[in-house]
């Protein structure tokens, strides 16, 4: 074997390794672009400062299916709520991905305009219990 093609070899395996450490699955060209990623059972990153007025979309990196819902108790008193699936509730999203509904697809995106200032916490309601949540801080 030719040493350049070994260790191009290697080189692209440890790579391929080390990638798979971040939680994040890179799929390819096909991967949209967005703000914050959903690995397996984590939001990456997982605290994401934006402005009031910011769009921030979420993109499923993973190849698994998941949520981004608002705890309703963790948004700011006058913020709107959000849920992929568009529910206006934390109960009608979680009865909702009872009956397979809500749900962002592998390679698909969710997105939410924050027009309020505060901490919005946020979760996947399939990996919850895993420890999938996160933090959108909004500054003026």
Same mark, same amino acid.
């Given at each position: #074997?030719?040493?350049? @093609?070994?260790?191009?070899?290697?080189? %692209?395996?440890?790579?391929? /390794?080390?990638?798979?450490? /971040?939680? $994040?699955?890179?799929?390819? &060209?096909? /991967?949209?672009?967005?703000?914050? %990623? #959903?690995?397996?059972?984590?939001?990456?990153?997982? =605290?994401?400062?934006?402005?009031?007025?910011?769009?921030?979309?979420?993109?499923?990196?993973? #190849?698994?299916?998941?949520?981004?819902?608002?705890? !309703?108790?963790?948004?700011?008193?006058?913020? !709107?709520?959000? @849920? &992929?699936?568009?529910?206006?509730? =934390? =109960? @009608? @999203?979680?009865?909702?991905?009872?009956?397979?509904?809500?749900? $962002?697809?592998?390679? /698909?995106?969710?997105?939410?305009?924050?027009?309020?200032?505060?901490?919005?916490?946020?979760?996947?309601?399939?990996?919850?219990?895993?420890? #999938? &949540?996160?933090?959108?801080?909004?500054? !003026?």
């Amino acid at each position: #074997m030719n040493r350049r @093609a070994f260790l191009a070899g290697v080189v %692209g395996s440890a790579s391929a /390794t080390l990638a798979g450490c /971040t939680g $994040i699955l890179n799929t390819g &060209s096909n /991967t949209p672009d967005g703000d914050i %990623g #959903m690995g397996s059972v984590s939001f990456n990153p997982q =605290e994401y400062e934006a402005k009031v007025g910011e769009t921030v979309v979420w993109v499923n990196t993973d #190849m698994r299916n998941h949520s981004v819902t608002a705890y !309703e108790a963790g948004i700011p008193e006058d913020a !709107e709520y959000f @849920a &992929s699936g568009g529910f206006d509730t =934390e =109960e @009608a @999203a979680r009865d909702a991905w009872r009956n397979g509904n809500g749900t $962002i697809n592998p390679n /698909t995106t969710f997105e939410h305009t924050f027009e309020v200032p505060g901490e919005y916490a946020y979760f996947c309601i399939p990996h919850e219990t895993g420890g #999938m &949540s996160g933090t959108v801080v909004v500054t !003026e």
